[in-house]
């Protein structure tokens, strides 16, 4: 078996040497015609119609793919009942040389150095030979070409693949008239652009894997300039939002009257409590006070009577002859009690 792959091998090798001997010769032939033709052709212009037969069946495509999304690459439209060979060669930036390889005559695939999952087949390679790229990241920006080998040539598609990353756009405004537009993380930098034009201070920050983050910094010192637009152009896609600038200067200045009372209203509110809380205490504290105890009939009669007895000389002698009568009284008990 290994015997007759190489064997197959150096046959492939064979056809696709005959054939670019024979597609240089009659480029040469053509060339020679062309310039025995026009003997006024300029070196620069005989090398580019040289380029131009020696590679009939070659086409370039530069191929711009939205990151995160699904991209499909073909091979050039060939009748596939006449392909021996669909090679696919990939160059990602410093990754090693990926290759995809399908035979048609054993319906074997090879891959080397394809180590990337998301690249794959669409469908059965014999049928469709594409490349399917599920979904594609910053890493898959490179080059790809699809060479199809056939008894009438070799065909091939080159493909320059390029990753964009949307920008995500943000508008606010900072203080003294300021207005802040930025156009984050996009693949390629974005353009920034304000109406009306203001005094700008422009910022990128390069995030190290294709992505640029773009900011523009405005101040309008005109009093009369009230609403800006600040515009942000991207391959993706294009983006406009506007702000207002004088309501934002009637905030800040709120704001700052806000935050100048706010400490005298606490101390008012503090010390609004504090009395409350005095005067309840003042009010329990007497309530306290004058609740009735036992016995408080006799305590306030008590003043009274004082007062009776110092200045009313018949209650004095009633008092007296009341405790004469007692004394006497418990003399008697106490006699009877002895006999």
């Known amino acids: 078996m290994p015997c007759s792959w190489r064997t197959s091998d150096l046959q492939l090798l064979l056809m696709l040497t005959v054939f ?14 062309q310039i025995g033709k026009n003997n006024c052709i300029s070196p620069v212009d005989r090398k580019q119609n040289l380029s131009l037969v020696t590679h009939p069946a070659e086409a370039n495509t530069f191929l711009p793919v939205l990151v995160d999304t699904k991209a499909v690459l073909s091979c050039p439209h060939i009748v ?3 392909a021996l060979l669909t090679i696919w060669e990939i160059t990602l930036g410093d990754k090693p040389f990926c290759i995809r390889t399908h035979r048609r005559d054993t319906n074997e695939t090879i891959e080397t150095n394809c180590t ?3 690249m794959t087949w669409p469908d059965r390679p ?3 030979p594409a490349l399917q790229i599920n979904p594609v990241a910053i890493t898959h920006e490179g080059y790809y070409r699809c060479a199809v080998v056939t008894p009438d040539g070799n065909f091939q598609n080159n493909y320059h693949l390029r990753v964009l990353v949307a920008p995500e756009m943000t508008l606010f405004q900072s203080e003294n008239r300021t207005a802040v537009c930025k156009a984050a993380e996009g693949r390629p930098a974005a353009w920034i ?3 009306p034009a203001g005094d700008c201070v422009p910022e990128h920050i390069d995030w190290g894997n294709g992505t640029v983050t773009v900011q523009s910094m405005c101040h309008w010192a005109d009093g009369n300039v009230s609403v800006v637009s600040c515009s942000v152009s991207h391959e993706t896609g294009n983006w406009s939002r506007s702000i207002e600038l004088n309501q934002g200067a009637k905030t800040s200045k709120t704001l700052i009257i806000l935050y100048s009372i706010l400490p005298v209203i606490i101390l008012v509110i503090v010390g609004f409590v504090w009395l409350l809380k005095i005067i309840g205490c003042s009010r329990i504290y007497k309530l306290k006070k004058t609740e009735p105890t036992p016995g408080g009939e006799e305590d306030e009669m008590q003043p009274y009577a004082s007062y009776t007895e110092k200045i009313n000389p018949l209650y004095d002698t009633t008092n007296r002859v009341k405790t ?7 003399v008697d008990g106490m006699n009877l009690h002895t006999s």
């Open 20 to 33: 670019s001997v024979a597609e240089y010769i009659s480029a040469s032939n053509n060339s020679t015609q």
């Open 80 to 82: 596939l009942t006449n």
């Open 116 to 118: 990337d999952k998301r």
């Open 126 to 128: 014999d049928q469709i």
């Open 193 to 195: 652009s304000w109406t």
């Open 324 to 330: 004469s009568q007692v004394l006497q009284s418990e």
